[in-house]
């Protein structure tokens, strides 16, 4: 990641595109088995909340390298990107020192297993509605006695991952492009572009537990389909702004609220259709959609920016978004359905 800046400094594409190659790889190797350790030691009933702490301390480092660029990039002519980059190294480095000092992953993974009751959540059991929409109860075996997904369970599990490369197209898409859009559409200078995207990253990081909270009362799929609302009407609304105005911080405001609510309920529904033994392999299909959809949107999108307009950005957000609407409400399985409670009285258990 250091050989980045460098090579920025040196004017050497060769060394950067060396640099990020080598990056993204080592990207891949720690980021799917880093974040399947939360759906190893979670119990079921409580991923959604625990992967918004995930969100949220994801959200805290983001806010942290915002105001890295937010206090080191002026609009002086060349940037030297290097102290951005230190810090940024600084933080990955104590990560995994605090990884590898509290988390045992052996003896908390079977503590999960005792909590959950069930080595195996793909066991032939008879689906129950009240309790769980999600495919965990619908595998089926072939000959060989391997487990395998019912094909309406399938279907989900294509429908969501589908969605969820729309929803990073669109998103990434912004996130990208949009320092170049303030300064190129708004005549923002320097790197006040950053105080936008640290206003969408603090509202994320405020409604990441009350958004955990919610899913559990109310449903992920609920929960992602308000958030993919609040973002589309949030990109439609920053299409009819020629400059910047104070008024863009509301939408900004909505749209991290609306991502919190997407990635705080994804990666649980995707695992919640695997059995135990599968969470970090369902994990890296979440990460190869996300990612592809990084890779991908930041050229597609590109070329809108550069031969048609700058100002195709946001209406090419709000094409993505709608998409990842339509076929994440086909989506069936992969929800926590709240428990019927036995009397009217157990509504207002607030132990519950």
Known sequence: MMLLPLADNLESLGLFVGSLLFLLIAMGLYRSPAVALMPDLTPKPLRSQANAIINLMGAVGGVYTLILISLLL???????????????????????????????????????????????????????????????????????????????????????????????????????????????????????????????????????????????????????????????????????????????????????MGWAAVSVNSLPMVVEMCKAGDVGKYTGLYYTFSMSAQILTPILSGAFLQYVSYKTLFPYACVFTALAMVTMSMVRHGDNRPERKKNLLENFDIAD
Request: proline share 3%.
């Open 74 to 256: 002026k609009d002086d002519g060349k940037q030297d990107y290097t102290p951005v980059f230190l810090g940024v190294a600084f933080i990955m480095v104590l990560a995994v020192v605090v990884l590898v000092c509290t988390i045992k992953e052996k003896k908390l993974a079977a503590e999960v297993l005792i909590e959950d009751g069930d080595a195996d959540p793909l066991s032939a059991k008879e689906p129950n509605e009240e309790k769980d929409a999600s495919a965990a109860n619908a595998a089926i075996h072939d000959s060989a006695g391997r487990t395998r997904l019912a094909p309406d369970v399938r279907r989900s599990l294509v429908l969501i991952l589908v969605s969820i490369f729309l929803w990073f197209m669109a998103y990434n898409a912004v996130t990208t492009a949009f320092s170049r859009y303030a300064r190129v559409v708004w005549g923002m200078a320097g790197g006040g572009f950053a105080n936008c995207l640290m206003v969408a990253t603090v509202a994320a990081i405020v409604g990441y537990i009350p958004i955990g909270v919610i899913s559990a009362k109310f449903g992920r799929k609920v929960c992602i389909l308000g958030g993919l609302g609040l973002m589309f009407v949030s990109f439609f609304a920053a299409i009819f702004f020629r400059e910047f105005h104070p008024a863009i911080n509301i939408g900004f405001v909505l749209i991290g």
